[in-house]
């Protein structure tokens, strides 16, 4: 049964293949349309807007730990060696929406403060459409 009401976010998870990325702090989808604009002496000084390509990305960070399921030690594997991903942005909640695409690895950073949890961040570039689809 899908998710009633507004969704926690805790639910929603970035995925690698079937592995949730482990200890996220924050995940985030954009789905981004280019617009053209076109602005002719016909249109009275007004410019019109059509759609242009679209892109997307993912986004996310999360604590630090050398023993994560699937985390930092497999992203840096996977961005060192150009590794093409299989994303998924989802609850995994039977009857919710989940988005899924493949993707490169576009930026992964470690960091850490004196005293503070060590962090790290990434973003994927999807490489081709985003599919929308229920769980």
Do not use: C, H
């Amino acid at each position: 049964m899908a998710t009633a009401g507004i969704v926690n976010a805790t639910l929603i998870g970035i995925y690698v293949g079937t592995s949730k990325i482990a200890m996220a702090t924050s995940g985030s989808l954009s789905i981004n349309q280019a617009l053209r604009t076109s602005i002719n002496k016909d249109d009275g000084g007004w410019e019109k807007s059509f759609g242009g390509a679209r892109s997307w990305n993912m986004s996310g960070d999360s604590e630090f730990a050398f023993d994560s399921t699937y985390g930092p030690s497999q992203l840096a594997d996977a961005i060192i060696a150009g590794t093409k991903l299989t994303l998924k942005f989802s609850t995994e909640v039977v009857g919710d929406i989940k988005f899924s695409g493949e993707a490169y690895i576009e930026t992964f950073e470690i960091s850490g403060g004196a005293e503070e949890n060590a962090t790290y961040s990434y973003s994927f570039k999807g490489t081709g459409a985003i599919t929308k689809a229920t769980v």
